[in-house]
């Protein structure tokens, strides 16, 4: 079943025109960003053209890129519904759709590299670096245009990411701040990690190397993880060691930082 962009996006309408009712002095700022828009679409392209654009390439500019990239690929709409979801279920402190689009930084550098993604596979590679450098030096988030990331994403604080080329994120995953997917060297092909589907990884945990964390699985924070995790097992450590199975199914929709041990097993391969 698909996601209702029209009907959230019309939530986020009203949460902005009671926030004007609430606060006149933020009434300007939303009415440029959000009321003044008939669709998700126009607004999130303006907003992102103005956060990204700079001297040398003026935010009209960008904006009419990210509307051409909307209108020639509409799942970017859909996606960017279902990380906005992602981010109010999974995060506390996002309370309000709006505030999600206008203030968290992971999400909208994580919209950021949608664009980018695009421009890549469709033979714009260097248009692709701009917006990935430009995202690197406004976000500090640095997302390879190559890398292939689903939908239902949550990029929670998001300062410090790294996203090697080659990596894979599957849907539904949650990540924090100070994540690293990277290589383990000057090693060339395939050799970023594979984060399959609803695995949570914490903050300043490494992954490095073509490995597989499976799906479900959780990374305690400041792990470095050199080998594939097993689907719903718990890794912790310097290197990272499986201390047991993961306490519920999908961690990322869970987002407990906590690591509950269990008395160790003969485990599953990823």
């Not at 290589?183 to 060339?188: L, P």
């Not at 699985?217 to 990272?240: I, N, Q």
Request: proline letters at 4%; a negative charge; aromatic letters at 8%.
């Amino acid at each position: 079943m698909g996601i209702d962009i029209k009907g959230i996006w019309s939530k986020m309408v009203t949460e902005a025109a009671d926030e004007c009712l609430r606060d006149p002095q933020i009434r300007i700022f939303l009415e440029q960003h959000i009321t003044g828009y008939s669709d998700f679409g126009s607004s999130l392209a303006m907003l992102l053209s103005v956060k990204l654009g700079s001297k040398h390439f003026p935010p009209l500019v960008l904006q009419g890129l990210f509307e051409d990239f909307y209108r020639n690929c509409p799942e970017a709409v859909e996606f960017a519904t279902y990380d906005l979801v992602a981010t109010k279920e999974r995060d506390p402190a996002a309370v309000h759709y709006f505030e999600i689009m206008l203030f968290l930084k992971g999400y909208q550098a994580l919209q950021a590299y949608r664009l980018a993604h695009w421009l890549w596979k469709n033979g714009r590679k260097t248009m692709a670096y701009f917006i990935q450098n430009r995202m690197s030096e406004v976000f500090a988030v640095d997302i390879h245009p190559a890398a292939i990331i689903g939908k239902g994403i949550l990029f929670d604080h998001a300062t410090s990411l790294v996203i090697g080329e080659t990596a894979v994120i599957d849907d539904n995953v949650s990540i924090l701040h100070e994540v690293t997917l990277g290589g383990t060297g000057k090693e060339t092909g395939d050799r970023h990690p594979k984060v399959r589907k609803s695995v949570m990884i914490g903050a300043g945990a490494k992954i490095l190397g073509n490995v597989v964390i499976g799906e479900g699985a959780k990374v305690g924070a400041g792990s470095v993880v050199l080998d594939d995790v097993p689907p719903h097992y718990t890794v912790v450590g310097v290197p990272a060691q499986i201390v047991g199975k993961t306490e519920v199914q999908e961690p990322s929709f869970e987002m407990n930082q906590r690591v509950v041990t269990s008395v160790k097993e003969d485990h599953p391969k990823a």
